[in-house]
């Protein structure tokens, strides 16, 4: 089956041989998709699941905060939204709730949030994908610039949540592919992996591999 990844406002057709190419570069879905964490609560040792995608944050100012707040009742406040969010339905089943979605994202960024310093879309997302692997995305630099036709330096709370929408239409009548390759990555890893990270996954790997031959994203 051929898939396609979203960039630069079209479809771009990859070829099966080249997904299985592609896919050999995905060992790392054997490290953070096999993290298991508490779907509705956030733990203070959650804070470290965004390093298992290169994603690594500041445990200090999280911790020692210049507010005072502590990092328990932080988390706990994030914890209140994630209800909002469905366990078992993928991104393009569920109706979303642009409030509560802006406050989930609120409560697990920093910036002029406060919640979670040096949290930007990539470490909040890549946090939050962990609870809800169906229904959040993976909102990193790449995909900033495949949804929002080219991110600019500063990013907001409702960009985050304009992407998960466009997402959420420009995925749905392409979910067959995504479930695919979900499975193609279970015969080569062993891990099985949500229909929306199989298309996070292969569109982060042909994005490296076309745009950015020479380093990492994150």
């Known amino acids: 089956m051929d898939t396609h990844v979203w960039w630069g406002g079209s479809w771009h057709r990859i070829d099966e041989a080249s997904v299985h190419a592609l896919l050999e570069g995905a060992a790392f879905v054997t490290w953070y998709d096999t993290i298991e964490t508490d779907q509705d609560s956030?733990?203070?040792?959650d804070l470290a699941i965004p390093a298992f995608l290169d994603a690594t944050p500041a445990f200090r100012p999280l911790l020692s905060r210049d507010d005072g707040r502590d990092i328990r009742d932080v988390?706990?406040?994030a914890s209140s939204y994630l209800n909002d969010v469905p366990k078992n339905k993928d991104l393009w089943e569920w109706d979303i709730d642009e409030e509560a979605l802006r406050a989930l994202f609120q409560a697990t960024t920093g910036g002029r949030n406060r919640s979670l310093p040096q949290f930007g879309p990539a470490r909040c997302t890549k946090l939050l994908h962990r609870k809800r692997p169906r229904a959040i995305p993976i909102i990193d630099s790449w995909t900033r610039d495949a949804w929002s036709c080219g991110s600019q330096a500063s990013w907001t709370?409702?960009?985050?949540?304009?992407?998960?929408?466009?997402?959420?239409?420009?995925?749905?009548?392409r979910c067959d592919e995504w479930a695919h390759v979900s499975a193609l990555i279970d015969s080569r890893w062993s891990v099985r992996v949500?229909?929306?990270?199989?298309?996070?996954?292969?569109?982060?790997?042909?994005?490296r591999e076309r745009h950015h031959p020479?380093?990492?994203?994150?």
């Open 42 to 45: 956030f733990a203070v040792t």
């Open 75 to 77: 988390l706990a406040v």
């Open 157 to 173: 709370t409702d960009e985050m949540v304009r992407i998960t929408k466009a997402m959420q239409s420009g995925l749905r009548d």
């Open 194 to 207: 949500s229909a929306l990270r199989a298309y996070d996954v292969l569109a982060y790997l042909w994005n």
């Open 214 to 218: 020479h380093g990492r994203l994150t």
